[in-house]
């Protein structure tokens, strides 16, 4: 079965230092990954998906299919990266999307 | 546009009620999906539609019907409410050619 599993279910750093919110994967085709922000009484919202290859709002994430991974980074953060991020996947064509369990970003002044 | 909508923002019903949670989206799109939302748990499917008059079910169907008789609209029924209901409630719809799916503002559902 599909699965996406973030381990942190909390991630606080300072302002200015790096992030990392990890997210792993299973399945055993060709997956489609994204990552999508909740921010504080918003609605989720896509962040980033692995096909477009973009850095939004300083981040980015890359794919690694050895580690079945796609942890999304940022080098300098910021206070208005606090918010809820989820990891999600697609696969087979599919518009399906299976969530991680989400991380909860704090940056603390 | 509107892009996707959701009524009601809160509700509370006790236990054996039915509702109807509303959606709505204003892009043309043809997939529209549900899911819940619930601490520790991330964002759960629990119907899925790929098109008008089409419609499957996600991880977690028990509980909740849908239909889908327009393009627009996606509406979830819940027959017989139980505190296991208990959550925050997505909408979402995205072109089927893929790319980002839209989310709706959710409707945050407590059965006592």
């Known amino acids: 079965a599909q699965r996406v599993t973030q381990p942190e279910k909390l991630l606080s750093v300072f302002k200015g230092a790096p992030v990392e919110l990890k997210c792993n994967y299973s399945?055993?085709?060709?997956?489609?990954l994204f990552w999508y922000v909740q921010y504080s009484r918003q609605r989720l919202q896509l962040l980033l998906r692995h096909i477009s290859r973009e850095s939004i709002k300083g981040f980015t994430a890359d794919l690694n299919k050895g580690e079945t991974s796609f942890h999304l980074k940022k080098p300098f953060a910021q206070e208005e990266d606090s918010a809820m991020y989820y990891c999600a996947l697609s696969f087979q064509g599919a518009q399906k999307l299976v969530f991680g369990q989400g991380t909860r970003l704090t940056i603390n002044p | 546009n509107a892009g996707v909508t959701q009524t009601p923002k809160f509700q509370v019903l006790k236990t054996g009620q039915s509702m109807t949670l509303q959606c709505a989206q204003d892009?043309?799109?043809?997939?529209m999906s549900w899911y819940r939302q619930d601490p520790g748990m991330g964002l759960r499917l629990i119907h899925y539609s790929v098109g008008a008059g089409i419609t499957d079910q996600g991880e977690v169907p028990n509980g909740y019907n849908v239909s889908r008789s327009t393009t627009e609209d996606f509406p979830l029924r819940l027959l017989s409410a139980a505190p296991s209901q208990t959550s925050v409630y997505f909408c979402?719809?995205?072109?089927?050619?893929?790319?980002?799916?839209?989310f709706g503002p959710g409707t945050r559902l407590t059965v006592t």
């Open positions: 399945y055993s085709g060709s997956p489609e």
């Open positions: 979402a719809s995205s072109s089927t050619t893929g790319g980002a799916q839209y």
């Open positions: 892009m043309n799109h043809e997939y």
